[in-house]
T-cell receptor, first 116, second 111 residues
Framework: DAGVIQSPRHEVTEMGQEVTLRCKPI?????LFWYRQTMMRGLELLIYFNNNVPIDDSGMPEDRFSAKMPNASFSTLKIQPSEPRDSAVYFCASSPAGSGGANEQFFGPGTRLTVL | QQPVQSPQAVILREGEDAVINCSSSKALYSVHWYRQKHGEAPVFLMILLKGGEQKGHDKISASFNEKKQQSSLYLTASQLSYSGTYFCGTDNSGGYQKVTFGTGTKLQVIP
């Protein structure tokens, strides 16, 4: 299996521009997670989906952030407009179904976002 | 709420042992442990589901004290490859996989 695929791997943009990050989860996994990692705040859960449905988006920092999962093999995280404080590494992770709901999360390689 | 990890950083010589602690202010459904090497994605180590459960992975093991809302990761006879940042993740959501990660413990193993 190819693992979780994220694109782009690096993104440099200017303040005010729209940014779209993409994720393809591992085939057969039914849960998908978006995380943001910074030195100051560590690894933060932004939103997660189960069977393509958003379950908890309480970690989304503000209305400038939105996420979609139109089908089981694709998800996007959009920032509009972007700000310098959004600079971070954004990880997508997926997880299979299993007993008790506690399963290993497989992380993608991440997208390093720099907003100038 | 973010779990608290200690220590924040530790330096070991090859062959030495280390313990990383993780504590939560909320009741825990499960505890997850991951390791992240610099510039890479976090990689799963183990999940502990039940109070009192202990697991092992090579020379890395963990325990889960449900009553104390704590977990500890034990690294025995450390190897250079153990270097990285270790994160505990706690699930307080009753199994809905909402994992909140701690701030991490940076471990460096030197020859």
């Amino acid at each position: 299996d190819a693992g979780v695929i994220q694109s782009p791997r690096h993104e440099v943009t200017e303040m005010g521009q729209e940014v779209t990050l993409r994720c393809k989860p591992i085939s057969g996994h039914n849960s998908l997670f978006w995380y943001r990692q910074t030195m100051m705040r560590g690894l933060e859960l932004l939103i997660y989906f189960n069977n393509n449905v958003p379950i908890d988006d309480s970690g989304m920092p503000e209305d400038r952030f939105s996420a979609k999962m139109p089908n089981a093999s694709f998800s996007t995280l959009k920032i509009q407009p972007s700000e310098p404080r959004d600079s971070a590494v954004y990880f997508c992770a997926s997880s299979p179904a299993g007993s008790g709901g506690a399963n290993e999360q497989f992380f993608g390689p991440g997208t390093r976002l720099t907003v100038l | 709420q973010q779990p608290v990890q200690s220590p924040q950083a530790v330096i070991l010589r090859e062959g030495e042992d280390a313990v990383i602690n993780c504590s939560s202010s909320k009741a825990l459904y499960s505890v997850h442990w991951y390791r992240q090497k610099h510039g890479e994605a976090p990689v799963f180590l183990m999940i502990l589901l039940k109070g009192g459960e202990q697991k092992g992975h090579d020379k890395i093991s963990a325990s889960f004290n449900e009553k104390k809302q704590q977990s500890s990761l034990y690294l025995t006879a450390s190897q250079l490859s153990y270097s990285g940042t270790y994160f505990c993740g706690t699930d307080n959501s009753g199994g809905y996989q909402k994992v909140t990660f701690g701030t991490g413990t940076k471990l460096q193993v030197i020859p």
